[in-house]
């Protein structure tokens, strides 16, 4: 019954519930919970440390223009960045994050922090390589 490694899947709380606890415990549970109202115990519970270690990975991969975005240009940074950090907080104690409107905000504001890096990398790539132009004029 136990699956820590890959998750239960996509479930209400409940449903879990069903699955792992005996029916004689069955009686304690409340059966209107739909999820863990902790983001990290319920993507833990859905999809396991498998699917857990590929959410950070991901993550982890878009940190290089994130961190560039704050560091090149934070004024443009701050309103997403503070989008995104409230809800990471609130989803701390409640499911804010698994309602389709919570998650669209957060996509918005990863994607705005992700674009905004990008575009200050890509800003950077070419004001520091010189243009052949340039230098045959020297």
């Not at 833990?44 to 440390?49: C, I, K, T």
């Amino acid at each position: 019954k136990e699956r820590w490694f890959v998750g239960y899947g996509a479930a209400f709380v409940t449903h879990v519930f069903a699955q792992v606890l005996d029916p004689a415990e069955l009686q304690y549970t409340d059966p209107n919970i739909r999820n863990a109202h902790i983001i990290i115990l319920q993507l833990l519970m859905q999809w396991g440390v498998m699917g857990c270690v590929i959410i950070v990975a991901t993550a982890l991969a878009f940190a290089g223009n994130i961190w560039t975005a704050l560091t090149k240009k934070p004024a443009q940074a701050v309103l997403p960045l503070a989008v995104l950090i409230t809800m990471m907080v609130h989803s701390l104690v409640s499911g804010g994050f698994f309602y389709p409107y919570s998650t669209v905000v957060g996509i918005i504001a990863f994607a705005s922090l992700e674009g905004i890096g990008w575009k200050a990398r890509k800003e950077e790539r070419n004001l520091t390589l010189p243009s052949p132009v340039a230098a045959e004029q020297r």
